[in-house]
């Protein structure tokens, strides 16, 4: 968290306003003198998106207007004012708290015509109106909205717009690898220094020489100017001598990058499968910190098996023919965030190999969350391989729903995530899995997990990408 807030350039808002006005609380209260550009934008005739919290202090009133209006005379002095008065009191939270509420509530009304933000996978805001999205504002004015309400709407918002509900999130996880980690994790994996490691190794370093080389400078020869080239000075001489003996040294680094390693931990990828992708992963991510680019590992899998809490609460309580929609708890688990180094993550890897730890895969939704993690990142180039046994499939949810449920919904997010900066690839481990993904690569040897994902990773960060294999 502190290595977060230290840079407010990546922390600020995508909003140009709410960015301008956040930077402006961050010098203030930091006792700095305030020197950047404008904070308010000026109003013009087309609405501007506005983040969900702002707009909620003064939501539409039952008779369908609004409690303030964007004709609210303020000014930047008046907002530097304010915070200035509040960087008195940051040890008392209630004076503090009392010394902002009039500034807030100004620039509520200041906004109080904007439209609501949506988080999209693209990195820009995506526009609509109430009368477009009349389940957009699911609060009254005045209600606290703490971060998990907040949450919980944009998930609903996010369901809605790709043709998915989820009867409940109430049992659902998302918490480090360190939150279920045993001793007995620690025993699996030592496991995995195996005899055949040394192969994989191997794979690594080739990797690495691969990434490194990449990043190297390069010459361009037959040059008018530059450096000498000792090779082409017989080009001097003779009949019609040529001048261009010469070279210039270019740079062709690889583009920053942060990659995600996506892996299914359902209980059909269990024995040799995990195994060896638990390898794969150690020595892909240990390869990737070598070649300075950020990583992060995640997980996917349920809490219940086919006879679980949520399907027996939705029998008890249905008395209707409509959809629920997912019928089982979700469990995502984070290996290890981009900012962390593996000596520090590696030793939660274990809980990949522990074969109780999950049941059923729902790829959707581990895919867009993934996914909306890796949009964060301030890298250029944006890597997420999912490394799965096939299909997605939970045995109530296919019960209540159909089986294609499930597997329209994995589509309809691998479609957003392609038409994103980022770049999706799968490697199917004993399954076919390119009828979902457009780069798919299907291995059907557990030893073969390793290689597949490193050639692939030093096709995407090399930009040699194939449109579609298989092996």
């Known amino acids: 968290m502190a290595s977060n807030l230290m840079h407010a350039e990546v922390t600020a808002p995508n909003d140009s306003a ?34 969900v919290w702002l707009k909620k ?69 995506r526009h609509g109106s109430a009368e477009e999205d009349p389940d957009a504002e699911l609060t009254a004015a005045g209600r606290p909205h703490d971060a998990q309400t907040m949450e919980d709407e944009q998930n609903e918002r996010d369901d809605r717009q790709h043709g998915y509900a989820v009867y409940s999130r109430a049992w659902d996880e998302q918490q480090p690898a360190s939150f279920w980690y045993r001793s007995d994790d620690a025993i699996a994996l030592k496991q995995l220094d195996m005899p055949d490691r040394r192969r994989l190794r191997q794979l690594a370093h080739r990797l690495q020489r691969r990434l490194m080389a990449a990043r190297l400078r390069h010459w361009s020869f037959d040059q008018d100017e530059g450096r000498l080239d000792s090779r082409r000075l017989a080009r001097l001489i003779g009949d019609n001598p040529s001048q261009r003996v010469f070279r210039v040294e270019q740079e062709a680094p690889v583009p920053e990058a942060c990659v995600t390693l996506l892996v299914d931990q359902s209980g059909s990828m269990r024995g040799e499968r995990r195994r060896m992708a638990a390898i794969a992963i150690d020595l892909a991510v240990h390869t990737l910190e070598l070649c300075k680019i950020r990583c992060e590992v995640l997980g996917f899998t349920t809490r219940f098996s086919a006879d679980n809490p949520l399907a027996q609460q939705w029998r008890a309580a249905s008395s209707s023919s409509e959809l629920p929609g997912r019928l089982n708890a979700v469990r995502h688990i984070i290996y290890k965030t981009p900012e962390q180094p593996w000596r520090r993550a590696r030793q939660n890897l274990g809980l990949l190999l522990r074969e109780e730890l999950g049941h059923e895969n729902i790829d959707g939704e581990a895919l867009y969350w993934a996914a909306k993690r890796l949009i964060r990142q301030p890298q250029p180039r944006k890597v997420l391989i999912v490394l799965s046994d096939g299909a997605p499939y939970d045995k109530a949810t296919a ?29 199917g481990t004993g399954q076919d899995v390119a009828r979902f993904y457009r780069q798919a690569l299907t291995v059907r040897r557990p030893e073969a997990v390793a290689e597949s994902l490193f050639e692939r990773l030093g096709d995407l960060l090399t930009h040699a990408v194939p449109d579609e294999t298989r092996s």
């Open 399 to 427: 019960q209540a729903n159909g089986r294609e449920f499930l597997e329209q919904h994995l589509r309809r997010i691998i479609q957003e995530i392609d038409q994103s900066a980022i770049t999706l690839a799968a490697i």
């Open 18 to 51: 709410m960015a301008a006005l956040y930077r402006a609380s961050r010098t203030i209260l930091a006792g700095q003198p305030h020197h950047t550009p404008a904070i308010l934008e000026a109003p013009s005739g087309q609405p501007v998106s506005r983040p």
């Open 57 to 125: 202090l003064f939501a539409p009133s039952p008779t369908g207007t609004y409690q303030g209006s964007r004709q609210e005379n303020l000014q930047d002095s008046d907002i530097l004012h304010a915070l200035t008065a509040a960087s008195h009191h940051l040890e008392d939270s209630r004076a503090f708290s009392e010394s902002v509420t009039l500034i807030v509530k100004r620039l509520a009304r200041y906004y109080a015509d904007s439209q609501h933000t949506q988080l999209t996978l693209h990195g820009n805001s």
